[in-house]
């Protein structure tokens, strides 16, 4: 990262050592804020019931029809119970992410809202499942 750092300086760094100092003790500190900020982000985004995480962890040359079928019919049944009870941005949260494979980021702007809106509409869906015993447990 420092020769990086070097390398960007806008003058030359032996002839003003101080403001190289300064202009570099700058840089790592907003470059390590900037990773603990996007390492928080990662872990604080991947809530109970995230489904990109469990589908990632599974090939798609490994799947079995047999679970396409019940994954679809659990799709089905999420759809209707959602559809009859739950809120708008519920609904266009599972839309975006069953039906049209979008990111957070793509059905924030898609609906033209905050990604952290889109996050609460995804924490709202989880504890109505929960509410409900969707999953049967």
């Not at 030359?12 to 928080?40: I, T, V």
């Not at 809530?47 to 798609?60: F, I, M, T, Y």
């Not at 809202?113 to 999953?135: I, M």
């Amino acid at each position: 990262m420092f020769p990086q750092i070097y390398a960007r300086f806008p003058e030359n760094p032996r002839e003003k050592p101080h403001q190289f100092l300064a202009y570099a003790q700058q840089k790592l500190y907003w470059e390590l804020l900037d990773r603990l900020r996007r390492d928080r982000r990662l872990l604080t985004h991947q809530a109970e019931g995230d489904h990109e995480q469990l589908l990632s962890a599974v090939a798609d040359d490994q799947v079995d029809p047999h679970i396409l079928v019940a994954q679809r019919l659990l799709e089905a049944r999420l759809l209707k119970l959602i559809r009859e009870t739950g809120s708008i941005g519920e609904w266009q949260y599972l839309m975006g992410t069953l039906k049209q494979q979008l990111s957070i980021a793509e059905i924030a702007a898609q609906c033209r809202v905050s990604r952290q809106t889109v996050y609460g509409w995804r924490k709202h869906l989880a504890n109505r499942l929960k509410r409900v015993n969707f999953w049967g447990k």
